[in-house]
């Protein structure tokens, strides 16, 4: 649960966890409402019980000052950089003037000794927001650069390098290495920290940022380095993720971030639980020789959505080449995906894309929703037990599944749909080389083009299975053996039907396998009979046994199927066992052995 601090920040600056009751703070991340007091003409410090100090007999600081300042206030009047090394005691003020700011480059140091008691400040010497513009840190790789309970107020007036989105009340760039504890930023009237470059070493252990046009803007493997407790508050009071792509392995703190275009990802990524990423438009996660964790839990789930809550907001999530252990999704919610296809095929649109064999991927208690896509598409050339998708949510998707026939196999067991546009599992092109078992989700498989299988397909009681025009689900051993197993003794009966319920709409159902017996117990064939099978005219049928083909039927009824017969019997060594309670017709060989009633 979210607590909400309302607090004036006056002379009470800074607020730590210490300061808050233990039986309070609950959670690290704390959005803090912060009301901050105007204090017009001269500073009050807030360090020495609300005296009041007048800027002008502030001591100036240039370009040559250095050391370790002692004095209580100093001044900056205009842009002031330094490449000596400053060390500031605790207790210290610094006034800015009007558009004044503060730049350490090159072999230059900051550090603040500031303390709770007496926290180092930074302030404008008018009130309000932006009235100057921070402190930067260029291209400074100086292990002295050290922040300890410091306060910036009112900076964030000017962009530091002319670039959009380039301001920052703390700024760094280049190779600018920085630690800074218990920061407290207020009154920015542009960012609240800026790490511009990817480059840049920085920690942040507790940080305050309140009263912000935006909080945070920093590049992905930085936020691996956020430690402590985070308050941000503001117009925007998240974390803005700048760059695309992630070579350094990181983790992301349970913290609010907008991703502003994209994330490549070919390290670990971490995603801690409570956290949220909020996408620009027609971004996307890609994974491709690196990994997503986003372990979250049911009181802390992770959230990867859309910038705005719109359908088909922003692409989704793409797993390339990861073979990695480290693909564990759970308590996700993954909402507002499907803005356009994956690779150039209608096919390959989906808020989840699986596109490699080379995957491990394990999804469980999950949400998938608000899809302007497919939920999740799977193109698997052949059937993956590392990769499952189990207690799963469908919500408001255009189809909550597109997937290979490969792929089918990789959806477990207590998957929920609710407010799809078409709720249909959908198999598109392509055959079924290894063993795999499709489970009854409660709602249909489609098969559009129907599909050849050349191993053993074992379909789940209940599990329904509706073709397209013209398609087939043709049986054969002719690689590496394979049968069909449709039994569904004692439970709800297997349906093999049509896409439209019209007589003659789909082709059948072939066996052609002469080293395993197939098994139809307890089904329905319908609306099958659309053409022949061999060329023949007189071969029309909803069931075609090539020679050899053995089948055990039984409690099976054939009805609204074109053709003479619905059984078409070809072969003298062909086998048809069990033959009770059938609905059906049969013809076939003299000599081959099939049901005559």
């Known amino acids: 649960t979210t607590e909400i601090y309302t607090l004036s920040l006056h002379d009470?600056?800074?607020?730590?966890?210490?300061?808050?009751?233990a039986d309070v703070y609950t959670r690290p991340v704390v959005i803090l409402s912060a009301l901050l007091t105007a204090c017009p003409g001269p500073v009050d410090t807030g360090d020495t019980g609300g005296e009041v100090i007048d800027p002008s007999t502030c001591t100036a600081w240039n370009a040559e000052t250095s050391g370790t300042l002692d004095d209580d206030c100093y001044r900056l009047s205009d842009g002031v950089r330094v490449s000596n090394a400053i060390v500031l005691s605790a207790g210290t003020v610094v006034v800015a003037d009007a558009n004044a700011s503060l730049t350490?480059?090159?072999?230059?140091?900051?550090?603040?000794?500031?303390?709770?008691?007496?926290?180092?400040?930074?302030?404008?010497?008018s009130s309000g927001a932006g009235t100057w513009r921070g402190i930067s840190f260029s291209n400074t790789p100086s292990g002295e650069n050290v922040l300890s309970w410091l306060q910036i107020d009112g900076a964030g007036g000017q962009n530091w390098n002319g670039a959009e989105g380039s301001s920052g009340a703390l700024f760094a760039d280049g190779g600018s290495r920085i630690a800074a504890d218990n920061l407290t930023i207020t009154n920015s009237a542009g960012i609240g920290i800026t790490w511009w470059d990817n480059d840049v070493d920085a920690t942040l252990d507790t940080v305050t940022i309140s009263s912000t046009a935006q909080a945070m803007s920093v590049h992905l493997r930085h936020t691996t380095d956020f430690s402590g407790a985070f308050w941000l508050d503001g117009d925007d009071p998240t974390v803005h993720i700048s760059n695309d792509t992630l070579d350094d392995d990181t983790t992301m703190p349970a913290l609010d971030y907008t991703i502003e275009i994209g994330l490549d990802v070919a390290a670990d990524l971490t995603i801690e639980p409570g956290a949220t990423l909020s996408f620009s438009a027609n971004t996307s996660v890609v994974i491709d020789g690196g990994s997503l964790n986003a372990e979250g839990t049911a009181d802390a789930p992770i959230t990867l959505q859309g910038l705005e809550a719109v359908s088909g907001y922003w692409l989704g999530v793409r797993l390339q080449t990861s073979p990695s252990a480290n693909n564990?999704?759970?308590?996700?919610?993954?909402?507002?995906?499907?803005?356009?296809?994956?690779?150039?095929n209608d096919d390959s649109d989906a808020s989840v894309f699986l596109d490699n064999d080379n995957i491990r991927l394990t999804v469980t208690d999950s949400r998938i929703a608000d899809s302007d896509a497919a939920g999740i598409r799977i193109e698997l050339d052949a059937v993956n037990d590392d990769v499952s998708f189990e207690r799963v949510a469908f919500d408001n998707t255009e189809e909550p599944v597109k997937t290979s026939p490969a792929g089918v196999a990789s959806l477990g067991a207590d998957l929920t749909f609710s407010g799809n546009d078409d709720t249909v599992i959908r198999v598109l092109a392509g055959d079924l080389?290894?063993?795999?078992?499709?489970?009854n989700h409660g709602i249909d498989y489609a098969l559009p083009v129907g599909m050849d299988v050349y191993a053993d397909l074992t379909l789940s009681p209940g599990s329904q299975l509706r073709f397209g025009p013209g398609a087939r689900l043709r049986i054969s051993d002719a690689i590496s053996g394979g049968v069909l197993i449709a039994d569904a003794e004692g439970g709800d009966p297997i349906l093999f039907s049509g896409m439209e319920q019209t007589p003659g709409y789909w082709l059948g159902i072939s066996l052609n396998t002469a080293t395993g017996s197939n098994v139809l117990h307890n089904t329905r064939i319908e609306y099958a009979g659309s053409n022949s099978w061999n060329g023949n005219p007189d071969n029309i049928g909803a069931l075609f046994l090539q020679s050899g083909s053995r089948l055990e039927l039984r409690d099976t009824t054939f009805a609204n199927n074109l053709g003479d017969s619905d059984v078409l019997v070809a072969g003298a060594s062909t086998v048809i066992s069990g033959c009770t309670n059938i609905t059906g017709t049969f013809r076939g060989d003299a000599q081959a052995t099939f049901c005559t009633q």
């Open 12 to 21: 009470a600056l800074p607020i730590s966890p210490t300061d808050l009751d």
């Open 328 to 344: 564990v999704w759970t308590h996700v919610s993954i909402l507002h995906g499907g803005s356009q296809p994956w690779n150039g």
């Open 104 to 125: 350490i480059e090159g072999n230059g140091s900051l550090r603040t000794n500031g303390t709770q008691a007496d926290p180092v400040r930074f302030e404008g010497v």
């Open 433 to 439: 080389n290894e063993d795999a078992t499709w489970l």
